[in-house]
């Protein structure tokens, strides 16, 4: 497969206005040009998606390596085992790597011992992660409880801001495979208290940071704070994709009169 491409955020109308992972899939398939690319297991196409639209652009490149891999899954019957994978990372992995960050690490080492592996498996995990949004919604309350010296609101506004950010990559993306590959039903409660108890958690992070004494805006506060956090759970959500990948490529034509690829931001 060639390396001379760039993926690119969103979706786009033709192949012209660039190419996001999936687009670039349906294109070394010889499909259509589209982001749903019929080749392509759906719970990896939306885990696909979710990492290049949550990742910045450079990062984003890291998906190059696994796209080849993706073609011919669709049809492997490995969805199911895929979605259970994923509701495993969000609840042994994601979770308690925020919950660490905020110094509650009794509820982290408890929720890693955990094995998500079938519905019964989750039913006796969703215990330890709501215990866990307990604790982190209890802590947010003491840590907010009172001003810093930097301004309350500024504060407020900054953890707010770091609720948001916590999800917004290898969270949404591991969730959105395993919706697909579980269903809402088995996995609501269980996505509920993951994204509320790291939510709660990156905020009491971005809360006892200086980050919000230096940064002008609450989004910059808050990435300044978590973005050691935030770039290893890319990185273990891609890790998590290889997992999820056949071993082997499917071989594909090379790509014919490729468009020059442009300079990364």
Known sequence: MSSDYILAYGTHASAQDGRCAMEWVSYLAGEPHSDQPICVSPVLRAMC???????????????????????????????????????????????????????LTDGAQRLEAAAIRGPDDLTAALDLLEGARRE???????????????????AVAAGVAGREAAWACAGAAAWAAARIGIGDIAGDRARAAARAAAGDAAAIAVRHSRASAYHAGARAAAHAALAPTLERLAASALTLLDRM????????PEPALAPPAPALL
């Open 49 to 103: 998606i979710a990492l290049n639209d949550g990742l910045e652009q450079r990062p984003r490149q890291r998906l190059r390596p696994y796209l080849a891999r993706t073609i011919g899954t669709s049809q492997d019957g490995l969805d199911t085992q895929r979605g259970w994978m994923a509701m495993d990372w969000l609840t042994t992995v994601y979770t308690p790597a925020w919950l660490r960050v905020a110094g």
């Open 136 to 154: 982190a919604r209890a802590a947010r309350a003491r840590a907010f409880g009172s001003p810093l010296p930097t301004g309350w609101a500024a």
């Open 245 to 252: 990948l056949p071993t082997e490529v499917v071989p594909v």
